[in-house]
């Protein structure tokens, strides 16, 4: 039919990067195709490469309704609302599409990003986790990369002055990746000052056995100053 030639040239012209041609033939498509799914699911993908972003949003709660094209649509409108800087509602619209669809690997990459953006360490976690059991990344890849968020909020915490908290979970951090140069690094600055070198000097000889990096043999150093470099390697 005449709708779905428009439908088929808005596609193959957005394709190839000419987007008012691809405007153009989904407007057509969508006087043809009234309330066509794929008609209205085009016209919103051609609205997002064309800048429209409020047409765009339009367009994919249209989708809402129908099952099928729901994920879809929430995933468009997670994608516009960041790009128009309304990250509250991309993370509460990212939420809401996992609770739906809780193996939308899109909107948990996004709520993801968006939730170490905001520094809600914890939340993302959370995600990772889920990421995690859908992907099946390798374990040591997902320690390390939970690892990684850990260290984050150990930064914060030693920011407000929670030193404490700081030093268990930075402590965590560095069990689940023990070559964790910046996280050893920590966690010696933080054991020195709490006076506990013992468990310090285990963790740093993890560390090294993982990763021999000069900085932790710095962290060594700072502990044993008196230590020569050949005991130091013992």
Known sequence: SKGYKA???????????DKEKALT?????????INDQLAILISAQVAQQTGKTKFAVSEYKKLLS?????????????????????????LLIAKKSIQINPKNIV?????????????????????????????KSTKEEYLRQEAVLLFAEAKDSRAKGHI????????TAVKQYPG???????????????????????????????????????????????????????
């Not at 948990?108 to 059991?133: H, M, P, V």
């Not at 404490?164 to 402590?171: F, M, Q, R, Y």
Request: hydrophobic share 40%; glycine share 6%; net charge positive.
């Open 164 to 171: 404490k908290t700081a030093l268990a979970t930075v402590s």
């Open 66 to 90: 129908n099952r099928e094209s729901r994920s879809v649509a929430l995933n468009g409108i997670i994608s516009e609302k960041i790009k128009s800087g309304e990250y509250e509602d991309a």
């Open 107 to 135: 909107a948990l990459t996004t709520l993801f990003n968006l939730q170490i953006q905001e520094g809600d360490w914890s939340g993302a976690r959370l995600t990772l986790n889920q990421k995690y059991k859908i992907e």
């Open 7 to 17: 439908l088929f040239s808005a596609i193959a012209a957005l394709s190839e990067g």
């Open 180 to 234: 964790f140069v910046a996280a050893l690094s920590m966690v010696a600055e933080l054991e020195i000052l709490s006076g506990n070198k013992k468990r310090l000097e285990t963790l740093l000889k993890k560390g090294w056995l993982a990763n021999p990096h000069p900085q932790i043999a710095a962290s060594f150093a700072s502990i044993a100053p008196d230590e020569t470099p050949e005991e130091r390697m013992k």
């Open 25 to 33: 033939h989904s407007k057509k498509a969508k006087k043809l195709l």
